[in-house]
């Protein structure tokens, strides 16, 4: 008598007529439904997006699964992006934010650490452009953790406006990273070297209301309003004439350093740089133009 191998059958015709599973990356495509429709998958968003709004250039972190921190291709990307905005003459201000309300940035991301090798010593700075002096007016705008070399970003920035809520400080002194994005520089600047000190040597976390009133950030707003603020506040600058504007800004930037007397002599040469400018602003003021505080504040 033959002996049959394999299922019988009805076993046989059974397993033709089930359907194996299907993969389970099909599966979560599909929403966990078999369909003969797969949904399409969103791609992962950007790093770090440029967009034009107004007379301002946008420039976004956008990790917020690591807290907005840079790795060293973000830093790649926020180079680029500042390039971009340099080379732009309609963008007359740059505003630096974070996307997502919990964090500005959190600094290198220190799980992708070695990824930073290479740009250690770029005369840009680790983080892209953060031993760069931009030639127009800068804007931090600001939700959440502000930490390392993100509030080295923020630094590096002319003004910081900051939703209410917002911490800001370099933890980095708990586990030995230095301060590589200007940091040790800018922040004594800003505040003063006491207070400088404190933040620098403690690694303290400083609230948002703590850091208006040391003069780290220029203004609080309600959560959520930071770029919102950040947008009105360069509209307002656009909106000024830009050369003596420009100059003014660059004489204060340039002469920190310097001894009171050179200083003065900075400013001198920027004045005579703008004076036909300068010149007719003055007859426009003298035909009644600007009285009454018109056009004063941002």
């Known amino acids: 008598m033959a002996i049959r191998r394999g299922f019988p059958p009805s076993r046989r015709a059974a397993r033709l007529r089930s359907p194996r599973p299907e993969p389970r990356f099909i599966s979560r495509l599909r929403g966990g439904r078999r369909s003969g429709n797969i949904r399409a998958v969103p791609p992962p968003p950007e790093p770090v997006t440029y967009e034009r709004t107004g007379a301002a250039a946008v420039l976004t972190i956008d990790r917020q699964e690591r807290r907005n921190a840079v790795d060293g ?12 905005f340099e080379a732009d003459d309609d963008a007359r201000v ?31 700075g680790p983080l892209g452009f953060t031993r760069r002096t931009a030639s127009k007016p800068t804007i931090a705008a600001i939700s959440g ?38 940091g040790t520089q800018r922040l004594p600047r800003i505040v003063g070297l006491g207070r400088a000190l404190d933040m620098i040597l403690t690694g303290r ?24 603020r950040a947008l009105v506040l360069a509209d307002g600058l ?21 001894s009171l007397r050179d200083g003065l002599a900075r400013e001198a040469r920027a004045g005579r740089e703008v004076f036909e400018v300068a010149r007719r602003g003055a007859a426009r003021f003298a035909s009644g133009e600007g009285r009454g505080g018109e056009g004063a504040g941002v």
């Not at 919990?102 to 930073?116: E, P, Q, R, T």
């Open 73 to 84: 291709p973000t830093a790649e990307l926020l180079a680029a992006g500042y390039e971009r």
């Open 94 to 124: 740059l505003i630096l934010t974070g996307a997502g309300d919990v964090a500005f940035c959190a600094g290198a991301d220190l799980k992708a650490i070695d990824s930073f090798a290479p740009r250690l010593e770029d005369p840009a």
């Open 145 to 182: 953790w502000c930490l390392a070399g993100g509030l080295e970003l923020a630094l590096w920035c002319d003004l910081r406006i900051a939703a209410a809520g917002s911490m800001l400080g370099f933890p980095e002194r708990r586990w030995g990273v230095p301060l590589i994005d200007g």
């Open 205 to 228: 976390i400083v609230p948002g209301e703590e850091a208006l009133e040391m003069g780290l950030v220029n203004e609080i707003v309600p959560p959520g309003e930071h770029l919102t």
């Open 238 to 258: 656009a909106r000024f004439p830009q050369e003596t504007m420009l100059a003014d800004r660059m004489a204060a930037i340039e002469g920190l350093g310097l």
